[in-house]
Nanobody, 126 residues
Framework: QVQLVESGGGLVQPGDSLRLSCAAS????????MGWFRQAPGKEREFVGG????????RYADAVKGRFIISSDHTMNSMDLRMNSLKPEDTATYYC???????????????????WGQGTQVTVAS
């Protein structure tokens, strides 16, 4: 089992930056994917981006590519999402997810991730 806790959400204005963090505990390993997903009211949960520890590859959704940056520390237990140039359409609850995997390409669907955090709200409004 893996437990995930997100932090860092809040209310920001369009164009601002915000950093979310995800802390993992429990049975973490070196062979994993950690992903960020988001869900806006009335919409399905969608992939934002993710990272694999080995070999350290990242993957981003087109909607955030060039604006969001994912990083992970060397303890294999945390992941950050740096969000720049935020837009009102980025407003959503952001979830951290975890899966065990040896694959290089980061998984991008909710069904592929068995472990989820409770989510943190991000609101972008002027």
């Amino acid at each position: 089992q893996v437990q995930l806790v997100e932090s860092g959400g809040g209310l920001v204005q369009p164009g601002d930056s915000l950093r979310l963090s995800c802390a993992a505990s429990g049975r973490t390993t070196r062979d994993y994917h950690m992903g960020w997903f988001r869900q806006a009211p009335g919409k399905e949960r969608e992939f934002v981006g993710g990272i694999s520890w080995s070999p350290g590859s990242t993957r981003y959704a087109d909607a955030v590519k060039g604006r969001f940056i994912i990083s992970s520390d060397h303890t294999m237990n945390s992941m950050d999402l740096r969000m720049n140039s935020l837009k009102p359409e980025d407003t959503a609850t952001y979830y951290c997810a975890y899966r065990y995997s040896l694959q290089t390409i980061v998984a991008a669907t909710t069904a592929q991730y068995p472990y989820w955090g409770q989510g943190t709200q991000v609101t972008v409004a002027s």
